[in-house]
C-alpha cells in the first residue's frame, strides 16, 4: 500500500516562497503517476500539478503555471512543490495523491499553507 507524508506548509506573505514535500512509501515512485491538489475552505479540492511516470512529463493548473513547479527524487522517493510569488487565494490544504499501475490511488494527509499579510 502506498503512503504518503506531506510537509512544508507555513504561513507566509504574499509574494514569498514555500517548497513541500511528499515522501513515498510502498512503492518506487518512477511507477506512480502522482500530483499535488489543494483545497481551500467552502471549496472542492483541486488540482495543483502532477507528473507522469510515463514520460514524466508535468501539467499544472492555470492558477499556478509561471509560479509553482514540481519536481520528484526517484532515490529519496519524494516530490516537490516549490510554490513561488504567492497569493492569498493560494491559501489551502495541500494534498499529495499517488496512483499506481493498478489504478490505486492513495492520498497523504496534507500540509496548510497559509498566505496572509
Known amino acids: 500500500q502506498v503512503r504518503l507524508v506531506e510537509s512544508g506548509g507555513d504561513l507566509v506573505q504574499p509574494g514569498g516562497s514555500l517548497r513541500l514535500s511528499c515522501v513515498v512509501s510502498g512503492s518506487n515512485l518512477a511507477y506512480l503517476y502522482i500530483g499535488w491538489f489543494r483545497q481551500a475552505p467552502g471549496k472542492e479540492r483541486e488540482g495543483v500539478a502532477c507528473?507522469?511516470?510515463?514520460?514524466?512529463?508535468?501539467q499544472y493548473a492555470d492558477a499556478v503555471k509561471g509560479r509553482f513547479t514540481m519536481s520528484r527524487d526517484i532515490a529519496k522517493n519524494t516530490v516537490y512543490l516549490q510554490m513561488n510569488s504567492l497569493e492569498p487565494e493560494d491559501t489551502a490544504l495541500y494534498y499529495c495523491n499517488a496512483v499506481d499501475q493498478w489504478g490505486v490511488g492513495s492520498w497523504g494527509q496534507g500540509t496548510q499553507v497559509t498566505v496572509s499579510a
Open positions: 507528473i507522469s511516470s510515463a514520460d514524466r512529463s508535468s
